[in-house]
């Protein structure tokens, strides 16, 4: 007689812990950084003060595509998070969620940000933003992610289409200064990305991603860190012609501050004194906020530069 013993089961979830198991998943703290990328954008785009309710619907669907892709991307590497001190806590690493559910909350919410796009702005910004999904997880988590030190350098471009999809949102259709911010987001995320991942180096060699400071040395590292800042300051005056005085005042008053703070992390790890790149990491999200305010304020005010024609 062949006895069945039951699989076991997973305790039931009240339903506060599921709905933050849930907003875990999302990675709310991710997707406040691109909502922050988005409204300056939509500003610039404008020329002034869009609808609000285009620029709520417009970072109601960015937030469900963000979700659906950081979603995505806890299923897939699932088992980094495990081994990761700064992941264990994470919703499929403790059985909040199961694989299952957390790979139907993203696809759905990933299939609801491209309806939602389209029926509240239009179909380019859907898209858009369906592609960034697709991209994010398929091309950086999927393939980027464990196979190079450039991952988050090519990778991290997912993370600079939330200022296209802002533009697409008001203009339909994508203009040289989308671009523009486009490259500062980009330029701005290994600096932001190589300084967590300097902290956190062993967490990433336990789990075999070959981040740059687990396959490189560390001054190779604050070199690299250093020449991605000189691009990313020289890619924020291309846009002043787009902007304003404002946005070009404070893009090289932030831009020599921020660095000489890479200049200082540069210099340090040469000598081989101890470092604290987490200050350099925190203190690169208060200028990219300080920067999109700037364009923000810039763009409501309407004083540009050159008077560029929108």
Avoid at 136 to 144: K, P, R, S
Avoid at 155 to 183: H, K, N, Q, S
Avoid at 272 to 292: A, D, I, Q
Wanted: glycine share 6%; proline share 6%.
């Amino acid at each position: 007689m062949t006895t069945v013993v039951d699989a076991p089961q997973t305790p039931a979830r009240r339903p506060a812990e599921l709905l933050k198991a849930y907003v875990g998943l999302i990675k709310p703290r991710v997707i406040e950084l691109l909502l922050v990328t988005t409204i300056p954008a939509m500003l610039l785009a404008e020329r002034g003060i869009p609808s609000p309710w285009l620029v709520i619907a417009t970072l109601i669907g960015g937030t469900m595509a963000a979700g659906s892709a950081n979603a995505l991307n806890c299923v897939v590497d699932a088992d980094i998070d495990q081994v990761m001190k700064r992941t264990r806590a994470r919703p499929l690493v403790r059985h909040t969620v199961s694989t299952r559910h957390a790979l139907v909350f993203g696809i759905v919410l990933g299939a609801g940000s491209f309806g939602w796009l389209w029926a509240t702005t239009n179909l380019l910004a859907a898209v858009l933003a369906v592609a960034t999904i697709l991209f994010y997880v398929f091309v950086y988590t999927l393939v980027l992610k464990r196979r190079t030190a450039q991952n988050i350098v090519w990778g991290g471009a997912a993370g600079c289409m939330p200022v296209v999809i802002g533009w697409a949102g008001v203009t339909d259709r994508v203009d040289w200064p989308a671009l523009v911010m486009f490259g500062i987001v980009f330029f701005w995320t290994p600096p932001h990305t190589w300084t967590l991942a300097m902290k956190y180096k062993d967490d990433y060699e336990r789990a075999g991603v070959p981040m740059l400071p687990v396959v490189a040395q560390p001054a190779c590292v604050s070199r690299q860190i250093l020449l991605f800042t000189y691009l990313m300051v020289a890619w924020t005056l291309l846009l002043a012609p787009a902007a304003g005085w404002l946005y070009a005042a404070f893009a090289v008053l932030t831009g020599v501050w921020f660095l000489s703070l890479a200049h200082r992390l540069h210099s340090a790890t040469k000598r081989g004194e101890k470092t604290r790149p987490m200050k350099l990491f925190h203190l690169s999200n208060t200028y990219l906020m300080v920067l999109c305010v700037a364009l923000a304020v810039d763009s409501a005010l309407s004083l540009p530069v050159l008077g560029w024609p929108f």
